[in-house]
């Protein structure tokens, strides 16, 4: 395959993550779960939010156990569980990417300025990073999320604004080590101007520790989703997300007699959440060269 | 070194009042009006605004900042909107119960997590190592909800050995050291489910660490030297790879703190983040605020211990 130019950067480190078992099963199962989102309503028997009756009767099908009828059972309204199962990871994926492209976008940008220009600028937005990480982050979104009336754009740039920190710090650490690296110094002496030097000299170097940071975020993005989700505050109903779908746990009775409400979808969030993790730690060693 | 620990604490007054202006932001910003629990139909509109004038609410932001900064360093958090229970006496209530789940939580994840990071690094790419890291990476993707109702599933309702919540005995009214007992009992399940993470993130650090560490000229040194490999590893490596460590201490803490929130409204632990869920249900704005405002003051004053703790021990880190 030519994915890559060959003998490039990103060829090698192709070569060095497509040998790394973990990783590859990692990404094969984030990849399943891609096409089930995807797929969705081509997967799931019944739509998401279709309330089921007991035959003959004008009433719910409540806690229905496994059947042939509905796979994992129904939920507390007489939803079926499996097709809320699909429906979520819709909605889990869709949260965590667009909160990671936020955290993203945010990070990379402070990173890169502070690092480059450091002084002022780099003691200002040093000391706001300060400040946000002194917040848990569960805490602060649980704040944005309570003042503002909860809805999925809502968690995603509550996530996003509250994640940046980190690339920010990555971004900015990288910044530091690359830009006294010669061919920095040969464009700075060159005439080079700033704007380009960062841009086209800098950033497309730092690209792999970005790459990583962006797959572990991902990951933290899908259980912090989940978290706020299973506290209320996140994805409201009828919206299905794999944390929602544990709420009703939090009874003692579904808890102890009715595992299929609240079993699958915390297995479903471990899962993508390990894979994707593994996918991060297959990149961070393919990336690194002295492995 | 003293040069050192004063710049450090220079800097984080600045973070601090960062700190107290983004809780009276987001505090302003919440919905629903003070006076909310003083309408009724016999005020009139003029009342109203007096009582407004009174209390304040008409003061442009800044002196409402400062008014309310001067009863906060004072301790006063102010009044509940139902009931006008007083916030700190609400909070001071549970915060030794929340400091007895984080503190096991915090020593249950070094005393587990440094040994299994060593044991996987000393033991590298085997059966061993392989299994440990697994194991630390689940720990970290598994939901730390998910993972508290599986534990009170199998070890309180399926099994029965520890209770599903709580944190005595209400009917049994202990006291003494069958009351010290019955929390223990209780406090098992939770102290495990909030450090899960911990232990996972601390085995994973300890392990880098000590990778780097037995890579060092000295190791090999000593390895010349024939020394035993026991010897080289637990007097040599160990001392060395755990100094980096200590920055996790700092780290550890909102982790903590974030996880109590979860673990306590699981667990149904009368502590701070149970305090706060409630305070989320009822939308007690005034509750949710103290709480952040605190926590993130015990972060700050958690970082800064740890980066001085790691200056202390690490000579090369002050320059």
Redesign the interface.
């Known amino acids: 395959m030519t994915l890559f130019k060959k003998n490039s950067f990103y060829d090698f480190a192709y070569k060095r993550f497509k040998k790394n078992k973990l990783a590859v099963i990692g990404a094969a199962v984030t990849l399943l779960f891609v096409v089930m989102a995807i797929f969705a309503p081509l997967i799931a028997p019944y739509e998401p939010s279709e309330f089921f009756f007991v035959e003959g009767q004008n009433v719910y099908n409540k806690y229905a156990p496994p059947s042939d009828g509905h796979l994992l059972g129904t939920d507390s309204l007489g939803r079926d569980v499996f097709s809320r199962l699909i429906y979520g990871a819709r909605v889990t994926m869709m949260v965590a990417l667009l909160a990671v492209s936020i955290s993203t976008v945010i990070g990379t940008f402070i990173g890169l300025i502070t690092g480059y220009f450091g002084k002022l600028v780099d003691a200002i937005f040093m000391?706001?990073v300060?400040?946000v990480?002194?917040?848990?982050?569960?805490?602060?979104l649980?704040?944005?999320s309570?003042?503002m009336k909860p809805s999925i754009w809502i968690v995603i740039f509550a996530i996003g604004f509250v994640s940046w920190t980190s690339t920010a710090r990555l971004v900015r650490g990288e910044v530091l080590r690359v830009k006294q690296l010669d061919y920095i110094v040969a464009a700075n002496a060159c005439g080079s101007s700033s704007l380009k030097i960062i841009l086209k000299h800098i950033l497309p170097n730092i690209l792999a520790p970005i790459m990583v940071q962006i797959t572990i975020g991902t990951?933290q993005a899908i259980?912090m989703e989940?978290?706020l989700s299973?506290?209320?505050?996140g994805v409201q109903q009828p919206t299905p997300s794999w944390?929602n779908m544990?709420m009703d746990?939090?009874k003692?009775l579904v808890?102890?007699d009715m595992?299929w409400i609240?079993i699958p979808p915390?297995i479903v969030?471990?899962l993508l959440?390990?894979a994707i993790?593994?996918v991060g730690?297959g990149l961070r060693d393919a990336f690194d060269p002295k492995q | 070194m003293l040069k050192y620990i004063a710049r450090r604490l220079l800097?984080?007054i600045?973070?601090i009042i960062?700190?107290t202006i983004?809780s009276f932001i987001?505090m302003k910003?919440?919905?629903g009006d003070p006076l909310a629990n003083f309408i009724n139909p016999s005020i009139s509109m003029e009342d109203l605004e007096i009582s407004r004038q009174a209390l304040g609410l008409n003061d442009p932001l800044f002196v409402q900042y400062f008014k309310w900064i001067g009863q906060v360093v004072r301790g006063n958090f102010g009044y509940t909107y139902s009931g006008n229970h007083s916030i700190s006496g609400l909070i001071l209530e549970r915060l030794p119960n929340t400091i007895i789940l984080t503190l096991s939580a915090f020593v249950l994840s070094f005393v587990l997590g440094i040994p299994i990071g060593v044991i996987a690094a000393v033991r590298k790419n085997t059966r061993v190592d392989y299994g440990l890291t697994f194991f630390s990476?689940?720990g970290?993707?598994?939901?730390?909800?998910?993972f508290g109702?599986?534990v009170?599933?199998f070890f309180a309702?399926v099994l029965g050995l520890f209770p599903?919540g709580g944190m005595i005995n209400i009917r049994a009214g202990y006291t003494g050291y069958a009351y010290f007992k019955d929390v223990l009992h209780h406090l098992i399940l939770p102290a495990i489910v909030l450090s899960l993470g911990n232990i996972a993130s601390v085995s994973r650090f300890t392990r880098s660490n000590m990778l780097d560490v037995l890579k060092e000229d000295y190791i090999r040194t000593a390895k010349a030297k024939g020394l035993r490999n026991k010897a080289i590893v637990y007097k040599h490596a160990f001392r060395n790879a755990l100094i980096p460590v200590v920055t996790i201490f700092g780290l550890s803490i909102?982790?903590l703190?974030?996880?109590a929130?979860?673990t306590e409204?699981?667990f149904n632990w009368p502590g701070m983040g149970q305090l706060?869920?409630t305070a989320?249900?009822n939308?007690e704005?005034g509750i949710?605020?103290a709480?952040?405002l605190i926590?993130?003051?015990l972060?700050?004053l958690g970082?800064l211990t740890s980066d001085i703790l790691y200056a202390i021990v690490d000579p090369r880190i002050r320059h």
Do not use: E, K
């Not at chain 1, 990480?133 to 602060?140: A, G």
């Not at chain 2, 970290?140 to 998910?146: D, G, L, N, R, T």
């Open positions: 000391r706001i300060d400040i990480i002194s917040f848990p982050v569960l805490f602060l649980i704040s944005i309570t003042i990951a259980l989940a978290s299973f506290l209320g505050v944390g544990l746990a939090q003692l808890l102890r595992p609240w915390g969030n471990l959440v390990l993790y593994f730690d | 800097l984080s600045p973070v960062g700190i983004l987001i910003l919440s919905p990476l689940v970290v993707a598994i939901p730390s909800f998910f109702l599986l009170i599933y309702l599903s909102p982790f703190f974030s996880g929130y979860i409204s699981i706060g869920i989320i249900q939308r704005y949710i605020m709480l952040n926590t993130a003051t972060v700050l970082n």
